[in-house]
């Protein structure tokens, strides 16, 4: 079945450095990718998606990319700060219909250390 | 304007024991959905309701029924729960339509099956 690959389980950086998240997925007709950040005991809430006919896309010190061809996209996260700690999930979705599903990443433990 | 809502919060349940999960969501949105996250396993489908009136298995829908009761809301029932089913609970809803394709969270349900 699709599934979605996420690296890595857990990251440390240290405030002020860069932070990467990488994901693959597996179903070529996935057309949406969102990033969701989960904070402890809170549910899931979008910080940044990108579509499929988009490689790039950034919205102030975050930026996702996407390569279809190697189906892989990643989050990249700049200046990192301590509330940027946080459980990061990325997803791939086939959209457009009633009958959307996504399928999610492992998850990314995030901790930044100030 | 709540957003998603979820009850109850916590619960511990016996083996064979049965119980409903509630959501609602006051964006009058089309779609809604439930997801189970595991400890290193992302979040996963169990079942989703593209819209009123009609629901459809996920991933992993054993064990479980859902009820669309109208618009606004989605229930989860577990008719006789195993300990494998000891989770964090998730609702979601989506609107049916162009981009974003962003789905929203509730809070989540912790359930403990002993």
């Known amino acids: 079945g699709e599934n979605v690959e996420q690296h890595p389980s857990t990251l440390s950086v240290q405030e002020g450095d860069s932070a990467v998240i990488k994901c693959t997925y597996s179903?070529?007709?996935?057309?949406?990718f969102p990033w969701y950040k989960q904070e402890l005991g809170k549910g899931p809430q979008l910080i940044i998606d990108?579509?499929?006919?988009?490689g790039e896309k950034k919205d102030q010190r975050i930026a996702v990319t996407l390569n279809k061809t190697a189906k892989h996209f990643s989050l990249h996260i700049t200046e990192t700060q301590p509330e940027d700690s946080a459980v990061y999930f990325c997803?791939?979705?086939?959209?457009?219909?009633?009958?959307?599903?996504?399928?999610f990443g492992a998850g990314t433990r995030l901790f930044v250390k100030a | 304007n709540a957003g998603v809502t979820q009850t109850p919060k916590f619960q511990v349940l016996k083996t064979g024991q049965s119980m409903t999960l509630q959501c609602a969501q006051d964006?009058?949105?089309?779609?809604m959905y439930w997801y189970r996250q595991d400890p290193g396993m992302g979040l996963r489908l169990i079942y989703y309701?593209?819209?009123?009136?009609?629901?459809d298995k996920g991933e992993v829908p054993n064990g479980y029924n859902v009820s669309r009761l109208n618009k606004r809301e989605f229930s989860l029932r577990l008719e006789s729960a195993a300990p494998s089913q000891t989770s964090v609970y998730f609702c979601?809803?989506?609107?049916?339509?162009?981009?974003?394709?962003?789905?929203?969270f509730g809070p989540g349900t912790r359930l403990t099956v002993t």
């Open positions: 179903d070529s007709a996935s057309n949406y």
């Open positions: 990108i579509r499929s006919n988009v």
């Open positions: 964006m009058n949105h089309n779609s």
């Open positions: 979601a809803s989506r609107d049916r339509g162009p981009y974003p394709y962003e789905q929203y």
């Open positions: 997803a791939a979705s086939r959209g457009g219909t009633g009958g959307f599903k996504t399928i």
């Open positions: 309701s593209a819209s009123e009136g009609t629901t």
